[in-house]
């Protein structure tokens, strides 16, 4: 089994940031790509940003220029700095890694807890 685990989430006024991470940890052989997704209320959960094993990064629209996203292989973690928050990215925002536990198996999808980011006006 595969557990996820985000943090870095709160409270911030708009033009504020944050910096979440997501640390994998249990039956890895090798994780493809980490990434986040958010959840608003009401709302559907969209890609935030994305993370290859080779480092490309396909970013949501709404994010570019404002958010980046980087990961660190030997530590199994993914991270996401959001600057100059707006409130309209206030939503809960979920870690995803697609990650297979040996060479035998196929890659599986799992997700973090979530964690609120919740920005101000």
């Known amino acids: 089994q595969v557990q996820l685990v985000e943090s870095g989430g709160g409270l911030v006024q708009a033009g504020g940031s944050l910096r979440l991470s997501c640390a994998a940890s249990?039956?890895?052989?090798?994780?493809?790509?980490m990434g986040w997704y958010r959840q608003a209320p009401g709302k559907q959960r969209e890609l935030v940003a994305r993370?290859?094993?080779?480092?490309?990064?396909p970013t949501g629209d709404s994010v570019t220029g404002r958010f980046t996203i980087s990961r660190d292989n030997a530590k199994n973690t993914v991270y996401l700095q959001m600057n100059s928050l707006k409130p309209e990215d206030t939503a809960v925002y979920y870690c995803?890694?697609?990650?297979?536990?040996?060479?035998?198996?196929?890659?599986?999808?799992?997700w973090g807890q979530g964690t609120q980011v919740t920005v101000s006006s």
């Open positions: 995803n890694a697609r990650v297979r536990a040996s060479i035998r198996t196929v890659y599986h999808d799992y």
């Open positions: 249990g039956s890895i052989f090798s994780i493809d790509a």
């Open positions: 993370i290859t094993s080779d480092g490309s990064t």
